[in-house]
């Protein structure tokens, strides 16, 4: 079965300082993997997606991710950011038609 | 013009009620799924219909049914409701499968 690990649960950062969030995932087969943000109260809006081809994936609000298939991780990064990219980061996988995600990392960006 | 629309936002009830949700979406999508998020934010898939046909059905308890009318409104209805249950449910749609799913802003259903 698959299985996604997001090792951080709370990363705590300052306002235009670089953040790493990390994935881990297991999976016997090929996955497409995807970073999904939840601002507070709202439901889960798509960051990125891994389906195939260049492993570095660039998404919404400045942030990239790098598919690391020997590592089986897909890290969030993103070189600066605001206090209104305070938020839960959901890293998933997707077997079959469906998403499992990770338990979420809570990013808190202060001033 | 809001994508995916679930209503209510609240729901407080007590045990052994029953509760609906319903979930509808403008997006001309033809998947629609019902998520549960439990109090640590943990989200795993209840159900997925394709066309209002299921296809995904994750073990979930027999008082939890699904209803699809038609491929724009995915409905969800539970029975004898337990403590258990409170939870924010997320209704997502799809067009295809390569994992972008729109999600509604939850229902936030508390049992006492």
């Known amino acids: 079965a698959q299985s996604v690990t997001q090792l951080d649960s709370q990363v705590p950062v300052f306002e235009e300082a670089p953040v790493e969030l990390r994935c881990n995932y297991s999976s016997s087969v090929s996955v497409y993997l995807f970073w999904y943000v939840q601002y507070p109260n709202q439901g889960l809006q798509l960051l990125l997606k891994?389906?195939?081809?260049?492993?570095l994936v660039k998404g919404i609000n400045g942030f990239e991710a790098e598919f690391n298939k020997s590592q089986t991780s897909f890290h969030l990064r993103k070189p600066s950011v605001h206090i209104s990219d305070t938020a839960e980061y959901f890293c998933?996988?997707?077997?079959?038609?469906?998403?499992?995600f990770g338990t979420g990392t809570r990013l808190l960006v202060s001033p | 013009d809001t994508a995916v629309s679930q209503t209510p936002k609240y729901l407080v009830t007590q045990m052994g009620n029953d509760k609906s949700i319903k979930c509808e979406q403008n997006?001309?999508?033809?998947?629609m799924y019902w998520y549960k998020q439990d109090s640590k934010k943990f989200l795993k898939i209840m159900f997925s219909?394709?066309?209002?046909?299921?296809?995904i059905n994750e073990t979930v308890p027999n008082r939890f049914s699904p209803k699809s009318p038609d491929k724009a409104h995915l409905n969800l209805h539970i029975n004898s409701l337990e403590l258990g249950d409170s939870a924010v449910y997320f209704c997502a749609s799809s067009q295809d499968w390569t994992g972008e799913l729109f999600f509604g802003e939850g229902s936030r259903l508390t049992v006492l």
């Open positions: 998933a996988v997707s077997p079959l038609q469906k998403l499992v």
């Open positions: 997006l001309g999508h033809d998947t």
């Open positions: 219909y394709n066309n209002k046909e299921l296809i």
């Open positions: 891994y389906l195939s081809g260049s492993t």
